[in-house]
């Protein structure tokens, strides 16, 4: 049911973990599945430097988080804020249906780190 690329992520996820100095974190969660997904970004020159995620969720949830904090790596910002879950999924060479709303939780908490650095970046400025 799950691709290989899916349990290559899952058994060995990339990126695991927190930033303690985070520049921007994102948490997002699933009220139906009770998953929650959380997002740390380093930002340097509008570039994402580094990213760490934490999730407390399904397999294909920890499988998309460790993809889209690859695909995000090295991006600018308006780059990462225009990855989908589509992306991720298709990049995890799919998901079954009733996973999909696992990688939205990936796009999202991406995202989601990205405005927080973003508003964090005003209230110094
Ligand atoms: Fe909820 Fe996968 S079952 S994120």
Same mark, same amino acid.
């Given at each position: ?11 060995? %996820? ?5 930033? %303690?100095?985070?520049d921007g ?13 959380? +997002?740390?970004?380093?930002v ?8 760490? $995620? #934490?999730? $407390?969720?399904?397999?294909?949830? +920890? ?9 995000? #790596?090295?991006?600018?910002l ?18 079954? %249906? +009733? ?17 927080n650095f973003r508003n964090n970046e005003q209230v110094i400025k």
């Amino acid at each position: 049911m799950y691709s290989e690329k899916v349990m290559e992520h899952f058994a060995n %996820p990339r990126n695991v973990g927190e930033i %303690p100095d985070a520049d921007g974190v994102g948490e997002v969660g699933n009220p139906d599945c009770g998953d929650i997904m959380k +997002i740390y970004i380093k930002v340097k020159d509008n570039i994402i430097e580094d990213i760490k $995620f #934490k999730t $407390f969720g399904c397999g294909a949830a +920890i499988a998309t988080s460790s993809m889209v904090t690859e695909m995000a #790596k090295g991006k600018s910002l308006e780059e990462a804020l225009k990855l989908s879950n589509k992306q991720v999924a298709e990049a995890l060479g799919g998901l079954p %249906p +009733i996973k999909m709303h696992c990688s939205n939780l990936a796009a999202d908490a991406l995202q989601a780190a990205v405005n927080n650095f973003r508003n964090n970046e005003q209230v110094i400025k």
